[in-house]
C-alpha cells in the first residue's frame, strides 16, 4: 500500500509502499500498537506510518545535535 506523509523535520511529502493492509492500518488508527498489528515492519517502516519521518530525517536530526 502507498502511504503518503509529509516530514515533519523537511515539510517535504514522502510517498512509501509499505507492506500493510488496510484492515492493519485501520486496527492502528483505532488504538492497537502498531508493533502488535505490523510485526513484520521494520522500524523505519513503523516510524514513517506514525510521523512521516524518514530515516534521512533521523540522520539529519542526529548530525545536528553533534554540532
Not at 507492506?19 to 492497537?32: C, H, I, P, R, S
Not at 522500524?43 to 510521523?51: A, L, N, Q, V
Amino acid at each position: 500500500m502507498q502511504i503518503t506523509k509529509t516530514s515533519p523535520v523537511t515539510g517535504k511529502v514522502n510517498i512509501r509502499e509499505i507492506d500493510v493492509t488496510e484492515q492493519q492500518m485501520k486496527d492502528w488508527k483505532n488504538g492497537a500498537l502498531i508493533q502488535s498489528v505490523m510485526p513484520h515492519l521494520s522500524p523505519s517502516d513503523r516510524e514513517f506510518i506514525m510521523t512521516g519521518s524518514t530515516p534521512e530525517d533521523w540522520e539529519s536530526m542526529h548530525l545536528e545535535e553533534e554540532e
